[in-house]
Nanobody, 124 residues
Framework: QVQLVESGGGLVQAGGSLRLSCAASGRTFSSWHMGWFRQAPGKEREFVGYLSQSGGTTTYADFVEGRFTISRDSAKNTVYLQMDSLKPEDTAVYYC?????????????????WGRGTQVTVSS
């Protein structure tokens, strides 16, 4: 098993930046493929980005447009989502999750464990 805890959310103006953290306890991130998702009110949970088990591959949703970066600190067993040039439409609860499926990481139903999420609000 693994427990995931997100942090780093908050209120920021459009154009600003936030760095979200996802800390894992139990099995390390090197045992899993990892994804960031978000969910806005009244909408389904949507894929934001992916980090491979090895840490060598990242993939992002089209709407990211180069604004977000995923990284991992193995010593801290923590994965980060650096978000720059934030837009009001980025407002959502952001979740990290882990999956054993490297080829189905865009679908939330394929994830084994989730954190509780952290709220990101971007004002215009």
């Amino acid at each position: 098993q693994v427990q995931l805890v997100e942090s780093g959310g908050g209120l920021v103006q459009a154009g600003g930046s936030l760095r979200l953290s996802c800390a894992a306890s139990g099995r390390t991130f090197s045992s899993w493929h990892m994804g960031w998702f978000r969910q806005a009110p009244g909408k389904e949970r949507e894929f934001v980005g992916y980090l491979s088990q090895s840490g060598g591959t990242t993939t992002y949703a089209d709407f990211v447009e180069g604004r977000f970066t995923i990284s991992r600190d193995s010593a801290k067993n923590t994965v980060y989502l650096q978000m720059d040039s934030l837009k009001p439409e980025d407002t959502a609860v952001y979740y990290c999750g882990v999956t054993m499926y490297y080829n189905a990481y865009r679908e939330p139903r394929n994830y084994n464990y989730w954190g509780r999420g952290t709220q990101v609000t971007v004002s215009s």
